[in-house]
């Protein structure tokens, strides 16, 4: 992951504005053989006003399938879906680099409002 360790360039606050960050909980989480790189697909919920969206997360080394459910998640819910192997990603769901540059995925320190938006 050494290409994302550059500090990018200067962007504006509305460039931030743009990017659609919202808390939601995983409601199920099921293995995804056909990935190339170890993955899971994540059914999360960001509340009614965006409803449940699919993800494809890289997460299998510091989170187990079994604990997932019921885990709050930062994810960019306005990019467009992207088709991962045979399944359509819908959002992209948030991590940050472990010492050994695998993901750790972003999660409220709190309890946090369903589909609460990042500011």
């Given at each position: ?114 589909g609460g938006r990042?500011y």
């Amino acid at each position: 992951m050494a290409e994302h360790d550059e500090i990018q360039a200067s962007i504006g606050f509305e460039d931030f504005l743009a990017v659609d960050i919202r808390v939601g909980r995983i409601v199920a989480a099921e293995p995804f053989p056909e990935a190339r790189k170890p993955a899971y697909k994540l059914t999360i919920d960001f509340g009614p006003q965006i409803g449940t969206r699919r993800s494809s997360a890289q997460i299998t080394r510091n989170h187990a399938l079994e604990d997932l459910p019921g885990m709050l998640v930062l994810a960019v819910v306005n990019f467009p879906p992207r088709q991962i192997g045979p399944m359509m990603s819908e959002v992209l769901t948030l991590g940050v680099p472990d010492a050994d540059g695998e993901v750790v995925l972003i999660t409220p320190a709190k309890d946090a409002k369903i589909g609460g938006r990042l500011y």
